[in-house]
């Protein structure tokens, strides 16, 4: 069984920046497809990013420019930089990989934008 674990969410002010961690057991392989989404309370889950293992990326029109997928292999570890953070951002960060056809979510990580 796969299991993803986030990190790095907290309180930070209009314009910071916060980077998200999602460790994942066992190995990544090259076939994965790794994303993060979102949740904004009383909002429907957004899809935020997604990274391939030749590392390219696509971002949601909301987050471009601003926040950077990436991936370390060895480490088992997928990262969101996130800069230029705005109130609208706040929500619970989840990330997800995609095997083959199977899918495995983490619990998230909060991310609070506010003064």
């Known amino acids: 069984q796969v299991q993803l674990v986030e990190s790095g969410g907290g309180l930070v002010q209009p314009g910071g920046s916060l980077r998200l961690s999602c460790s994942i057991s066992?190995?990544?392989?090259?076939?994965?497809?790794m994303y993060w989404y979102r949740q904004a309370p009383g909002k429907q889950r957004e899809w935020v990013a997604v990274?391939?293992?030749?590392?390219?990326?696509n971002y949601a029109d909301s987050v471009k420019g601003r926040f950077t997928i990436s991936r370390d292999n060895a480490k088992n570890t997928v990262y969101l930089q996130m800069n230029s953070l705005k109130p609208e951002d706040t929500a619970v960060y989840s990330c997800k990989i995609l095997r083959r056809k199977s899918e495995y979510w983490g619990q998230g990580t909060q991310v609070t934008v506010s003064s």
């Open positions: 990274i391939n293992s030749p590392g390219g990326t």
């Open positions: 066992g190995s990544i392989f090259s076939t994965d497809f």
